[in-house]
């Protein structure tokens, strides 16, 4: 690959529709939801075979196939809307194909076939040369010489990506703190993840693998059956959580990831607000593109800006005044380090 990116953010901020744009570009390999599907746990330290290396990528993401399982999947699983051979009922969805190799191809598992015959024989490496290795596969697979990894939810990754790729480049994808917030409260994923916080500060965990049966056991009733094989998706989906929440998270969020992303050398990352992508979509993809290291395209520039839905802007507006004003208020210290950032 010529370039790597790591499009990060909180995610809900027009990251899915960015996939959509950058992946109709000739010469970008894009790689959605890769890390989110992966997790941290695909980068041990040492060296590991090329067969250790693709049981990380092709056993299934557990909270994923759990998610599936209750009711309560995420609108991002692309594969089950889908679906090929693989069921988290029966064989589970390996973590690759629930929502990477779907947004490359029409035929998952035929590539997920070509992988296997592939990655498993690659000769001992660190998990970022292995890493590296894929991409270019893939990369040449798919005639791409760039390659742009977005996910969700993934401001704290920064600190260990930038490690491991030490020339990768970052692109902070954000979104006005109040509309995003709004989002993240309607998103089965964030709920799930506002819930398992709440688990994390009830018990004083700091991952939910850590619980103990005692710790469980203190949870009220509407919170422990998420730990289990099996629970209702009312759970998730009909809880009555405060909007005020979100915004909260969005802060935290922000505040956090804007302090790591500092930590990334300035010529090395760079910034994407929704708000300007939605207003000056040819500027800033063009923008986008020079920092990817791709040509902005004429055909490229239309077909991301026809893409681009305008609709979501301002929804936190139709908000009652009393109940925006309190978000606002919740939304305001992640708004201000956004503001210092740009300055």
């Known amino acids: 690959m010529r370039t790597l990116t790591f499009v990060v953010g909180t995610g809900r901020s027009g990251s899915t529709a960015l996939s959509g744009i950058v992946n109709a570009h000739p010469d970008v390999l894009s790689l959605n939801e890769f890390l989110a599907s992966v997790q941290s746990r695909a980068f041990p330290e040492g060296l ?42 029966t064989t589970g969805i390996p973590a690759l194909s629930l929502m990477v190799l779907p947004h490359l191809t029409d035929d998952p598992d035929g590539l997920f076939d070509e992988l296997a015959a592939q990655v498993p024989g690659w000769p001992e490496r660190t998990a970022a040369e292995h890493h590296e290795a894929l991409f270019d596969l893939l990369g040449a697979r798919f005639g791409r010489t760039a390659a742009v990894e977005r996910s969700g939810y993934s401001l704290q990754r920064v600190p260990l990506l930038h490690r491991v790729f030490p020339q990768a480049r970052f692109v902070h994808l954000f979104r006005d703190g109040p509309d995003c917030a709004l989002s993240m409260s309607r998103h089965t994923g964030y709920r799930l993840i506002y819930l398992l916080r709440d688990i994390l500060t009830r018990t004083g965990a700091d991952r939910v693998e850590d619980l103990t049966e005692e ?51 300035a010529s090395s990352r760079t910034t994407l607000a929704y708000e300007d992508l939605l207003d000056e979509p040819r500027k800033e993809l063009t923008r986008l593109a020079d920092f990817i290291g791709v040509e902005p395209l004429p055909e490229w520039l239309d077909t991301g800006a026809a893409r681009l839905d305008d609709s979501r802007r301002g929804s936190a507006l139709r908000l009652p005044a009393a109940e925006l004003a309190a978000l606002r208020k919740c939304c305001a210290p992640g708004a201000r380090v956004l503001a210092d950032s740009r300055q």
Do not use: C, K
């Not at 067969?51 to 759990?66: I, K, T």
């Not at 995420?74 to 009922?89: C, D, H, I, L, S």
């Not at 209702?232 to 802060?251: C, E, H, I, R, Y």
């Open 48 to 89: 590991l075979g090329g067969g250790e290396f693709w049981r990380l990528l092709a056993e299934p993401h557990p909270l994923f196939e759990n998610m599936i399982r209750n009711g309560v999947p995420m609108p991002e699983f692309v594969y089950p809307r889908r679906p090929g051979r693989f069921a988290t009922e």
């Open 215 to 265: 710790q469980v056991g203190s949870l009220p009733p509407e919170l422990a059956p998420l730990l289990g094989e099996r629970f209702d998706p009312a759970l998730v989906l009909d809880s009555d959580l405060p909007l005020t929440g979100f915004g909260a998270l969005w802060s935290e969020l922000i505040t956090q990831g804007v302090g790591l992303l500092s930590e990334v050398p």
